[in-house]
């Protein structure tokens, strides 16, 4: 243990967790920031934060895995692909990376653009129930995406897993930002909450932090179900995927 936490490679990666987060989460609020002369689009939003997602896990994936989100985090925890301590040192550089990245974009945006900083709230009259549900979808579809994509028991071509997770992203934003302004990322939630001292809002730590983090585990139970095989003679190369190896 002691001999992991001292290696480069370790803290290569921790700190790549760190500066990946920062980031996604400094363009992907700096998108939705009011101006008044052009107030932002969800489409533009859903693509910040999806080209921001996809970017980061390419560069910096080969380095820590590029998570970017402590529920993923803790999934492949579950799943016994990284070891607590690793785990431990990730989420806690994630969403010291979102507050860092809050803050850049909180100091650097005029007073009349920041608005709340995009801190998740209850949109369109949605209920908190509505919200667990809506926010489950999206976190769930998200986590199929990244598991799916980095299965490496999968047969068939997969493409680019960082473009696939971005679309994935992208598409979690079209529809979550009507209802909660989309979290599916504790990190995400976290940062804003914190520069904007925006805590009085239970449902932000339900959407954010635990709806996430239980659809995760959820995933990594199901995965075990329906992990990628080799398929027999005379089988199609195609099935489900899931988890890395």
Known sequence: MRK?????????????????TLIFVFFGLGSALKWPSALPSILQIALA???????????????????????????????NQISLLRAAFYVAAQLAGAIAGAGVLYGLAPLNARGNLAVNSLNNNTTQGQAMVVELILTFQLALCIFSSTDSRRTSPVGSPALSIGLSVTLGHLVGIYFTGCSMNPARSFGPAVVMKRFGSAHWGVQGVFLPVGLSLCTVY????????????????????WGPS
Do not use: D, Y
């Open 4 to 20: 992991e936490v001292c290696s480069v490679a370790f803290l290569k990666a921790v700190f790549a967790e760190f500066l990946a």
């Open 222 to 241: 199901l995965s075990s179900l329906l992990r990628a095989h080799v398929p027999s003679p005379g089988c199609s190369g195609w099935g489900p995927s």
């Open 49 to 79: 934060f999806g080209l921001a997602i996809g970017t980061l896990a390419q560069a910096l994936g080969p380095v820590s895995g590029g998570h970017i989100n402590p529920a993923i985090t803790l999934a492949l925890l579950v799943g």
